[in-house]
């Protein structure tokens, strides 16, 4: 612990294994996949990739510049830098995000962990891999289960701090990962008819692209990185002030980039090889990984073990994330300790996780948004409105209040390649036109 008493990071690796731990999760394998299908492929790809390097890139900055700066949680960001004004309101929006996401973000990594034990199922021959799911998900009980066990583990690891827990989880597992998809790469673009697959995946299609889909890649550019809520204002808290934050918010966006296009290399070939549909939504992923699994032999038990382990682990590090954002919010500004604030929040997002997770059985029949089930609703909420608004209001903030000039000088400190005008001119005028127009065409005025 130093001087102030919040912690540190304790070397780069450690800062950058931690923040692309909370990049890289469900968002990468579960999400980009589905929305990705869900938008129609190649197209929203690229779209995708032009708003990480544009967007997603100078927000990530953004964010590391006024944790690292205030070393506060998002509310006590905003406080700081513009005492007794309304920006602390922004600060807020992101703590409620955090409810939000963590809520069903937490049952869909409970369906993470029931899939370590389910190889036994998909590998039965002439296994149903979407009966299989719809099975495990409809599943009241079940359900409840895995979602509860998912919070405890992120509870425990919260409450221990950011050295002890938080750093020390993020380190070891993402190479493992890694190595893992590739050899899932490999069995999946090997399959008979996987080049449909691969270009749908990768051969831009404009024809069948909307505003929504633009805006579904803008919210998923946020979700990835973890932005709009204050996640990485609260890990650039515990940044050394001479560590170079450009730097490290490139191989965050990097890694995290990375992971994404591979977990779309496994699932499009296999989509299209098995004959599944690639816009199936939430249940995607569980649907054609196993199904890769299946056609590797005995060794898929081995590798199914293993991978559903991985990504719970990934989960994790990326829920921790957002328990952290919460807890630190009652830590700093309501002088909780940590273990209460861990614990109580985690127990009220745990019951708010109950919603989603029933939303396929006892609740199925609330279709809050566009015909979507809760945990889509939820998802869509979060997402497409909270996360972009938030952006929006970062970017606002320093580009038009604080100043830009203080953030590069906050960014600059110990950076090998520094900031400069490119990104005051993302920050003050691309991110918020943007945004808004994107939002504009979303609820309808402009399309
Ligand atoms: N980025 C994570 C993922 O891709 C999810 C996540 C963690 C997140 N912390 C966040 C999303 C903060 C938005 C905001 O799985």
Excluded at 138 to 151: K, P
Excluded at 394 to 405: E, K, P, Y
């Amino acid at each position: 612990m130093s001087d102030n008493g919040r912690g540190h990071w304790q070397t780069r690796a450690g800062f950058v294994a931690a923040a692309a731990g909370s990049a890289i999760g469900l968002g990468n394998i579960w999400r980009f996949p589905f929305i990705t299908g869900r938008y129609g492929g190649g197209a929203f790809v690229l779209v995708y990739i032009l708003l990480l390097i544009f967007i997603g890139y100078p927000v990530m900055n953004s964010e590391l510049i006024l944790g690292r700066k205030t070393e506060k949680n998002p509310v006590g960001a905003y406080k700081a830098l513009a005492p007794g004004s309304p920006w602390a309101i922004a600060g807020f929006m992101g703590v409620a995000a955090g409810f939000i996401i963590l809520s069903y973000y937490s049952v869909v990594a409970g369906w993470a962990i029931s899939y370590i034990f389910k190889s036994g199922a998909y590998m039965a021959a002439g296994a149903d891999t979407a009966a299989i799911f719809v099975g495990s998900i409809t599943s009241t009980f079940g359900g409840i289960f895995w979602h509860t066990l998912f919070m405890a583990l992120c509870i425990a690891i919260v409450a221990g701090g950011v050295e002890q827990g938080i750093e020390k989880w993020s380190k070891i597992l993402m190479p493992v990962l890694l190595a893992l998809l590739i050899i899932l790469i490999i069995r999946s673009v090997t399959l008979p008819g996987a080049g449909e697959g691969l270009s749908f995946y990768l051969r831009p299609d404009f024809s069948a692209f909307t505003g929504e889909g633009f805006l579904a890649a803008l919210g998923q550019v946020f979700f990835t990185l973890s932005l709009g809520m204050g996640a990485m204002i609260t890990y650039g808290s515990y940044l050394k002030k001479d560590e170079d934050l450009p730097l490290n918010a490139k191989y965050v966006v990097g890694a995290d980039t990375i992971i994404a296009l591979l977990a779309g290399f496994v699932i499009f070939p296999a989509v299209f090889a098995f004959g599944l549909e690639p816009a199936a939504g939430p249940g995607l992923t569980f649907i054609t990984i196993p199904a890769v699994f299946a056609q590797m032999g005995a060794a898929g038990h081995i590798f199914g073990i293993i991978f559903f382990a991985l990504l719970t682990i990934a989960a994790l590090t990326s829920a921790i994330s957002l328990l952290e954002v919460v807890a630190a919010y009652f830590i700093d500004e309501i002088k909780w300790d940590r273990k209460k604030a861990t614990v109580i929040m985690g127990i009220i997002i745990w019951l708010l996780g109950i919603i989603p997770s029933l939303g396929y059985s006892t609740l199925s029949h609330i279709t809050p948004i566009m015909g979507m089930d809760l945990l889509d609703s939820f998802d869509f909420v979060a997402n497409n409105i909270l996360l972009p608004l938030g952006g929006l209001l970062i970017a606002v903030f320093i580009g038009w209040f604080w100043g830009t000039d203080k953030a590069l000088e906050e960014a600059n400190r110990g950076a090998s390649t520094k900031l400069g005008s490119s990104y005051s001119f993302l920050i003050k005028y691309v991110v918020p036109i943007a945004v808004f127009i994107v939002f504009l065409n979303s609820v309808g005025i402009l399309g």
